[in-house]
């Protein structure tokens, strides 16, 4: 059902929408249409964008309006949209934010980003080649991105004919795929981005259309309620105090309206004031609404610092740890369920994992399938753990507190988008038990500084017969030590894990566990593991003290550990019996910055071991 609103004059409400769907299906050359259609493009602007379809353009002698929008000189060349471009513009009817979203999929993070900030999407099939794997994957993203109503805008009609039939294929092959994805509206329209067929006038060449051309229907589409009218959701981006008379708190309104005088409580700790003044460089405000930038004052001096939520006192998000969510993959490198990633929601930065993916989504046919990880442009529904309870909201109930991104932790890539479904109500009666006997009394005891030695290095490298070593001669010295050895543990606790990057996550983050109880116990650890990534050594040194994780990279050249082949892995692993073998066919992250890099190349173990032992007295943990 389309639901239109009377146009009247004066009227100037802002319809924010996006453009979408595979690549080169004419997304660029829509808006460019509008644009001049519209006659919104300046003289000088159309003799340019003459020039530039002489040396890029795709259209012949014509004029190539995707160039108007496509401004990076690579999407120029190659004629495809890498970036998110925005572009405004209005009718007497309507203002526009239209954002142009690439339609490759490396470039879906993209897509994702212009759909976050949109009310409507226009999505557009080449009629010549009907609903593809892109379509699907960009409705899909769509609806769990919130977007309601959509224009399934079948372009290039010029070359198939502007035929009615096979126009109505396409709009029942994509209906029938939207049908459960819970679109309020699906508009089709025949049209030609490039000859201007039904795009702002109705076209002679499809008598057989009587619907509204594209821009009748985004001048009177009724879109969903503005973020104005959810709860006030004000996310603190800055403590600003410039001064010992004033202290304001500044950020964008998320959500919501607020006013002077308004009761709002943080929502983390339950504290509540009224609002004083509503700052901005212009002068004070009586009050502000979702989008305006501006500086709050309250009444009282609460603690309040960068990440905190400001909210109404009677309609206050969820606080929760761990939560379910539908999660977008937008890094090459997979998602590792147990490994640590940075998460932000809001303005708040805190550590977050996934603790499990419940199922992968299959684009194409809707159906849930089982997995353990995603890959890139892949869609899951997960569960999560972050570090500490945040202030959230179902993302159906409110896009600006429900969604969140995770960042990879080592190279600071945008790594997920998450869309929160519903917290997870975990077990309440599950306190840390404090114990009259702690650590540093276990310590003493031993008269020792507990830590934990973790040796990492390929296979092969001699990291067990160093470790040994290097415990013999603790023990000697009358200090309380335990090994952990990777292949002990896969005999017992970790014998149902493989050898898979995931399971790689997940043996190393039960090893941190268990030697953080060791450490608690007052024990110098020895930790021989092979451990090939950066993320997960650091997700173990995060679990300790400052100081009590010690990082001993044995350094010893593939060439030479294939040459010793103690166990001979290496050579099965080359004769195809052995996958993912560390070094050969899944990757070794070698440490930036050990407490001690041993290259042990020409030396004996013995020598080696002596090293780490002199590294042990400079850290105090040797007399």
């Not at 919104?40 to 929008?69: F, P």
């Amino acid at each position: 059902m389309t639901h239109h609103r009377p146009a009247s004059a004066g009227q100037r409400e802002l319809l924010r929408f996006l453009t979408c769907g595979s690549v080169d299906d004419g997304k660029s050359t829509l808006i460019g249409r509008l644009l001049h259609d519209t006659r919104l493009i300046l003289d000088d602007q159309l003799a340019a964008l003459a020039r530039d379809s002489r040396r890029h353009g795709t259209t012949g002698e014509e004029i190539d309006l995707a160039l108007l929008v496509d401004g990076l000189e690579a999407e120029r060349q190659q004629g495809i949209t890498i970036d998110v471009a925005w572009r405004y513009f209005s009718t007497p009817r309507r203002g526009f934010i239209v954002a142009d979203t690439p339609g490759h999929e490396q470039y879906t993070r993209n897509m994702a980003t212009g759909a976050s900030h949109s009310s409507l999407a226009v999505l557009l099939v080449d009629a010549r080649k009907g609903v593809l794997t892109q379509t699907r994957r960009h409705s899909i993203i769509c609806a769990l991105l919130g977007i309601r109503d959509i224009v399934l805008a079948v372009n290039k009609m010029d070359l198939a004919g502007f035929d009615q039939d096979h126009f109505d294929r396409i709009v029942g092959d994509y209906v029938t795929f939207a049908s459960t994805l819970g679109f309020r509206s699906i508009v089709p329209i025949p049209l030609s981005a490039r000859h201007g067929d039904n795009v702002t006038r109705r076209s002679g060449n499809t008598p057989w259309y009587h619907g509204p051309t594209l821009l009748e229907h985004l001048e009177t589409v009724e879109v969903e309620q503005d973020l104005a009218d959810k709860p006030f959701r004000f996310p603190v981006q800055w403590v600003n105090r410039p001064s010992q008379e004033f202290r304001g708190f500044s950020g964008t309104v998320a959500s919501g309206r607020v006013a002077v005088g308004d009761q709002v409580v943080v929502a983390a700790s339950g504290r509540s004031s009224r609002i004083a003044r509503i700052v901005t460089a212009d002068g004070d405000l009586p009050s502000a609404e979702a989008g305006q930038a501006v500086t709050l004052t309250l009444a009282d001096e609460i603690d309040i610092a960068r990440g905190d939520l400001l909210v109404p006192a009677a309609a206050r998000p969820e606080m929760a740890d761990q939560f379910a969510a539908h999660l977008l993959w937008m890094d090459e490198e997979p998602l590792l369920p147990g490994r640590t990633y940075l998460m932000r929601i809001g303005t708040l930065w805190t550590q977050a994992s996934v603790t499990a993916v419940k199922h992968r989504l299959d684009v194409n046919t809707r159906e849930e399938h089982a997995a353990r990880t995603l890959s890139l442009n892949e869609i899951g529904f997960c569960n999560l753990a972050a570090a500490q309870r945040v202030p959230c909201d179902a993302y159906a109930e409110n896009r600006a507190t429900g969604a969140f991104i995770l960042v990879d932790r080592y190279t600071n890539r945008t790594a997920g988008a998450g869309m929160i479904a519903f917290p997870l109500r975990r077990a309440s009666n599950i306190h840390h038990a404090d114990f009259v006997v702690d650590k540093l009394a276990r310590a003493a005891l031993d008269h020792q500084k507990p830590a934990v030695l973790w040796f990492t290095g390929l296979s092969g490298s001699g990291k067990s017969t160093v470790a040994n070593l290097v415990e013999l001669a603790l023990h000697q010295a009358g200090r309380h030590t335990y090994t952990l050895d990777g292949d002990n543990l896969r005999h017992g606790l970790n014998k149902d894990l493989g050898f898979t990057a995931a399971d790689r996550v997940e043996n190393i983050r039960r090893v941190g566990e268990v030697a953080k109880l060791f450490v608690d116990a007052g024990l110098i650890v020895l930790c021989s593991f092979i451990s090939p990534f950066r993320a997960e050594r650091r997700m173990v040194r995060d679990l300790l003290e400052e100081g009590e994780f010690v990082e001993i990279f044995v350094d010893t050249p593939l060439e030479e550990c294939m040459r010793r082949d103690p166990k001979g892995l290496y050579a099965k692993a080359r004769a195809g019996a052995i996958r993912n073998f560390t070094g050969l066919d899944s990757p070794y992250e070698p440490p930036e910055a050990p407490e001690l890099h041993l290259r042990t190349l020409g030396r004996t173990p013995q020598d080696c071991a002596e090293e780490v032992l002199a590294r042990l007295r400079a850290l105090g943990l040797m007399a």
